[in-house]
């Protein structure tokens, strides 16, 4: 593929030797978020420029203001059991244009622009992932598809029998290259998992705990044997009734102690024992009935009421305490119906992972990673700048014709930079390089560019979008490791 790329370095962008860059004559108007880095958290690897020499690749990397090789024994990375896997693999999350498709409409919301059917050859700013991606043209994802096998280029763009979604699953460098070159764009991306706000419920603990506080407050309710004493208490004050007896003198004991209205046995008649008792039976029956004392606490209370209704009212009037036992949502539903308002961390979370808009879900520790790598970019020295550069343009769409070929083609640096007629572009990679030694580090991120064809695409970029140099920004994305390493990509590999 043929470039426009020079084979001397521009004035603004001086190669001071052995690897490194001088930028400053670029950055003297730019914005930047410091130069000073922090060793704790980043380690800079200084502008590299990749060639085809494998002796000088081989070369060790310039360190930046902070040593790559210090504290390397105690660095924390994550998946930390798939050590090997980073070592054979050196995984690195691609932020090519085609992993960032189906981005929410909310982002061309005002004004809609009315894009063409066909995109003529020209430059296009503000071009939406889905437009661009459905446009005519060949991308370089769409070439290296084509270099893996045509099998699969026809299964993936032709047939389409292979088809790759965005996944709501978090893709860690789809989000550092939010933060680092559009974070304007985070919200309407990615939904960030929601803060749990003070005094929000998280575990059956906590809602037991307010569940005993409302209860202690609450006036006491009548226990059953508060209900049971007040009704032996009534039955005590009743006059007894008049027993049968035993016997026919027992019998007649008791009917001379009837009211002179009930003995109804006439003087000089037999006072037989049936004729007795009948008379005790009638008094009897005019006496009031004592009430239950036996029986659960409701039944209690009804035997209450009878005797005692205003009591049992106010009883009524009193809120009854809440349940403490049951499940977790036995126990929400509880605190809910005394206090409608309160906030459940389950809840939220659940609502967040529900996902109704289809966005790309970010934990609170994923974002804490993604934030500390767009730290480490923007207090490189030389990275920083160019993310941060007043000129700079991001994601713009280039379509041409390819000259060997004939072939219409599209391109969409991540970004680029306009300095008076020197047009310099960027990639950003993060990268999963933890255990590489800083002497090994340059010939990897060459095997990296390589392998991945990264120089393919710097290429089509250099050639479509008529760029002067093109740089790779590469981070590091393990925990709390993450260097930053500035490769250009030299006339050589532009040429491979």
């Known amino acids: 593929t043929g470039t426009s790329q020079p084979t001397t370095e521009p004035e603004l962008v001086k190669n001071v030797g052995n690897g490194i860059f001088d930028v400053s004559a670029l950055m003297q108007n730019s914005s ?16 590299q420029k990749a060639d085809s020499d494998e002796k000088q690749a081989g070369d060790a990397v310039q360190a930046g203001e902070g040593d790559l090789g210090t504290g390397k024994e105690a660095v924390t990375v994550e998946n930390q059991n798939q050590a090997e896997t980073h070592q054979n693999n050196d995984s690195v999350s691609q932020s090519e244009p085609e992993a960032q498709q189906n981005v929410p409409e909310s982002q061309q919301e005002e004004p809609e622009a009315a894009w063409p059917e066909y995109f003529e050859p020209g430059r296009y700013e503000g071009v939406p992932n889905e ?10 994802t769409q070439v290296k598809d084509a270099r893996v096998s045509l099998m699969y280029f026809n299964a993936r763009h032709v047939e389409k029998t292979i088809v790759k979604e965005r996944s709501p699953v978090l893709d860690m460098g789809n989000l550092v290259h939010v933060l680092a070159l559009q974070p304007e764009n985070l919200e309407a991306e990615f939904s960030v998992e929601p803060e749990i706000p003070e005094g929000a419920f998280t575990t059956t603990a906590t809602l037991r705990e307010f569940i005993d ?14 209900i049971k004493a007040l009704l032996e208490e009534y039955n005590a004050t009743l006059p007894s009734q008049m027993p049968l007896g035993a016997s026919v003198d027992e019998t007649y004991a008791s009917y001379e102690q009837l009211p002179e209205e009930f003995q109804r046995i006439e003087n000089g008649t037999k006072h037989t024992a049936t004729a007795m008792k009948a008379c005790i039976k009638e008094y009897n029956a005019t006496l009031p009935a004592p009430v239950k004392t036996s029986g659960s606490r409701d039944a209690l209370l009804e035997q209450l009421a009878i005797i005692n209704p205003d009591l049992v009212a106010q009883e009524a009037q009193k809120s009854s305490p809440l349940k403490v036992s049951g499940t977790k949502a036995d126990l929400i539903q509880a605190v809910k119906s005394v206090n409608p308002a309160v906030v ?9 992972r529900e996902n109704t808009e289809g966005k790309v879900l970010v934990t609170r520790q994923q974002l804490s990673t993604a934030l500390n790598i767009q730290k480490a970019l923007l207090e490189h020295p030389t990275a920083g700048k160019l993310l941060t550069h007043p000129s700079r343009a991001v994601e713009v769409s280039y379509f041409g014709i390819d000259e060997e070929t004939g072939l219409e083609v599209r391109v969409r640096p ?6 008076g007629g020197l047009r310099i572009g960027a990639d950003l990679k993060t990268i999963s390089m933890w255990n590489i030694k800083q002497e090994g580090l340059r010939a990897k991120l060459h095997r990296e560019i390589i392998d991945r064809d990264y120089h393919l695409s710097a290429a089509m970029y250099c050639e479509t979008a008529a760029l002067d140099q093109f740089f790779w920004i590469f981070v590091n994305k393990d925990e709390n490791y993450h260097w930053v390493a500035i490769i250009e990509a030299s006339t050589e590999l532009l040429e491979l």
């Open 131 to 140: 437009v661009y991606h459905a446009a005519n043209g060949i991308s370089s």
């Open 32 to 47: 930047t978020h410091g130069t000073e880095t922090n060793p704790e958290t980043t380690s800079n690897v200084q502008v």
């Open 414 to 419: 991540d970004l680029e930079l306009d300095m």
């Open 344 to 352: 459940f961390a389950d809840e939220l979370l659940d609502a967040w």
């Open 213 to 226: 506080a409302h209860n202690a407050s609450l006036p006491a309710l009548l226990s059953a044997d508060d």
